[in-house]
């Protein structure tokens, strides 16, 4: 099993990035994806989340409206668009699978977001 993220980098305020999580070894289609983040000195946030099939998301009110979770299943892959980039964004951002009906839940390695002047 493997989940792998990608996109991450530094940005400068204002810009955007866009984040994919590959994910292999598992029923993609049968986990919800989610998005979380770590900040430096603080614990980790969940901030976004997309149903098995797609048609349903949720936002944290720090990310709503700037950031946008999406999934493709046939490539297994989940993204998220990154918008309106503010300093706070600046965390280490990590996908996770967790199954709609039991199994385990998956996390990927991590990719670095900095948001800076």
């Known amino acids: 099993v493997q989940l792998v993220e990608s996109g991450g980098g530094l940005v400068q305020p204002g810009g955007s990035l866009r984040l994919s999580c590959a994910a292999s070894?598992?029923?993609?289609?049968?986990?919800?994806m989610s998005w979380y983040r770590q900040a430096p000195g603080k614990g980790r946030e969940l901030f976004a989340r997309i149903s098995s099939g797609g048609g349903s998301t949720n936002y944290a009110d720090s990310v709503k409206g700037r950031f946008t979770i999406s999934r493709d299943n046939p490539k297994n892959t989940v993204y998220l668009q990154m918008n309106s980039l503010k300093p706070e964004d600046t965390a280490v951002y990590y996908c996770?699978?967790?199954?709609?009906?039991?199994?385990?839940?998956?996390w990927g390695q991590g990719t670095q977001v900095q948001v800076t002047v």
């Open positions: 070894g598992f029923t993609f289609s049968r986990y919800r």
């Open positions: 996770n699978a967790d199954p709609v009906v039991g199994g385990k839940n998956y």
